[in-house]
């Protein structure tokens, strides 16, 4: 039998759904906490307690590329893979994947001192968006509504640690009160839902408090989350989209997808399809 | 069932057997959130849990 390691760093709702998929598909799926791992990155021989494919779970960003790229330098498969996690873990990069590609993107800027910045709110006008290129769940996402507060948000980061002072500005896409998440597990668009921002708040993130909601999932909608997790790479996505004046818009891909809320609404298995894909990829 | 004692108010939290590292057990006292941080046999070590890193998130 095939046995999959999920490497993790808290025990979330996800990670409990998938070994409770697991016990359901007779998957042999072990929890390894990333807290009690070593692993000798000088040496090719892999660790003793890793089976023969790896499901990473970890919620920290830098532990789980780090992690992803010592496991997959011993040749073991790694969903999501190294290249997937350092591509969807800065925005920048996966502006710039789907770009190449042809994915339609938000129009957006970088520049790197407040002078820049404001020189790219010229182009853009206000209101505009101030992200950060590393950093989730939308925290850090600043509205920039004139000049003086974007001025004023722009010098605060020249004294945060320099992955903060690289403004990544986007223009504020005129949407409904709501974006899609479509979830693409290999080449197959699995599920989608709406995400709604809970009241007083903009963001949608449901880890913010925002509200999932089913989302049939169209033909454009399918067509345009397979591209953009092509752009990326074979592996597990959450796509972000937003229902913009000119059609639908990618502003994010994500590498770790949280489901808890979404498996209801969806009513898709996405932990089990998850597993079937870790599986198709682990060495026989 | 294996107990460790909560950090903030010091009473005993009850442990599920099931339970891995990483998981988050709830202090029946003063409610707040510990993560198991050790298993070894009974013994098991609690802190309290992060709400969210700097670098957390899909």
Same mark, same amino acid.
């Given at each position: 039998m095939v046995a999959i390691t999920m490497v993790y760093d808290q025990l979330r709702p996800e990670e409990r759904m998938l070994l409770q998929s697991a016990e359901k598909l007779g998957v042999d799926l072990i929890p390894l906490s990333a807290s009690e791992l070593t692993v000798e990155? #000088? #040496?090719?021989e892999k660790p003793s307690e890793i089976g023969d494919a790896v499901l990473q779970r970890c919620v920290s960003y830098f532990r789980n590329l780090h992690l992803t790229a010592a496991l997959e330098a011993k040749g073991m498969p790694v969903v999501n893979s190294f290249s997937s996690t350092l591509t969807c873990g800065n925005k920048l990069f996966v502006t710039l994947a789907l770009m190449k590609a042809g994915v339609p993107v938000p129009k957006t800027f970088v520049a790197f001192t407040t002078k820049g910045g404001l020189k790219a709110l010229e182009q853009l006008g206000y209101p505009a968006m101030l992200k950060p290129v590393v950093g989730s $769940?939308?925290?850090?996402?600043? +509205?920039?509504?004139?000049a003086d507060s974007a001025k004023a948000l722009f010098e605060d980061r020249? !004294?945060? !640690? +320099?992955? !903060?002072?690289v403004l990544y500005i986007q223009e504020m896409v005129k949407r409904p009160p709501r974006d899609i998440r479509c979830f693409v597990v290999g080449d197959e668009a699995i599920a989608a839902i709406y995400r709604y921002a809970p +009241?007083?708040? $903009?963001?949608?993130?449901t880890a913010r408090g925002g509200r999932a909601e089913n989302c049939p999932i169209t033909s454009e909608i399918e067509e345009l989350a397979l591209k953009a997790a092509k752009a990326i790479g074979d592996g597990v996505y959450g796509v972000d989209m937003m229902e913009s004046e000119n059609g639908l818009v990618v502003h994010e891909v994500n590498h770790t997808v949280e489901f808890r809320n979404s498996v209801p609404v969806t009513g898709v298995d996405i932990p089990e399809k998850i597993l079937e894909y870790v599986i198709s990829k682990a060495k026989r | 069932m294996p107990k460790a004692i909560c950090p903030e108010c010091g009473v005993d939290v009850e442990i599920p057997e099931d339970a891995l590292v990483g998981e988050i057990v709830s202090c029946?006292?003063?409610?707040l959130e510990l993560e198991i941080v050790e298993i070894a046999g009974g013994s098991v070590k609690v802190r309290v849990a992060a709400v969210e890193g700097e670098d957390w998130g899909e």
């Amino acid at each position: 039998m095939v046995a999959i390691t999920m490497v993790y760093d808290q025990l979330r709702p996800e990670e409990r759904m998938l070994l409770q998929s697991a016990e359901k598909l007779g998957v042999d799926l072990i929890p390894l906490s990333a807290s009690e791992l070593t692993v000798e990155v #000088s #040496s090719r021989e892999k660790p003793s307690e890793i089976g023969d494919a790896v499901l990473q779970r970890c919620v920290s960003y830098f532990r789980n590329l780090h992690l992803t790229a010592a496991l997959e330098a011993k040749g073991m498969p790694v969903v999501n893979s190294f290249s997937s996690t350092l591509t969807c873990g800065n925005k920048l990069f996966v502006t710039l994947a789907l770009m190449k590609a042809g994915v339609p993107v938000p129009k957006t800027f970088v520049a790197f001192t407040t002078k820049g910045g404001l020189k790219a709110l010229e182009q853009l006008g206000y209101p505009a968006m101030l992200k950060p290129v590393v950093g989730s $769940w939308g925290r850090m996402v600043a +509205p920039l509504k004139d000049a003086d507060s974007a001025k004023a948000l722009f010098e605060d980061r020249e !004294y945060m !640690y +320099p992955i !903060y002072q690289v403004l990544y500005i986007q223009e504020m896409v005129k949407r409904p009160p709501r974006d899609i998440r479509c979830f693409v597990v290999g080449d197959e668009a699995i599920a989608a839902i709406y995400r709604y921002a809970p +009241p007083g708040e $903009w963001r949608t993130n449901t880890a913010r408090g925002g509200r999932a909601e089913n989302c049939p999932i169209t033909s454009e909608i399918e067509e345009l989350a397979l591209k953009a997790a092509k752009a990326i790479g074979d592996g597990v996505y959450g796509v972000d989209m937003m229902e913009s004046e000119n059609g639908l818009v990618v502003h994010e891909v994500n590498h770790t997808v949280e489901f808890r809320n979404s498996v209801p609404v969806t009513g898709v298995d996405i932990p089990e399809k998850i597993l079937e894909y870790v599986i198709s990829k682990a060495k026989r | 069932m294996p107990k460790a004692i909560c950090p903030e108010c010091g009473v005993d939290v009850e442990i599920p057997e099931d339970a891995l590292v990483g998981e988050i057990v709830s202090c029946p006292d003063c409610g707040l959130e510990l993560e198991i941080v050790e298993i070894a046999g009974g013994s098991v070590k609690v802190r309290v849990a992060a709400v969210e890193g700097e670098d957390w998130g899909e």
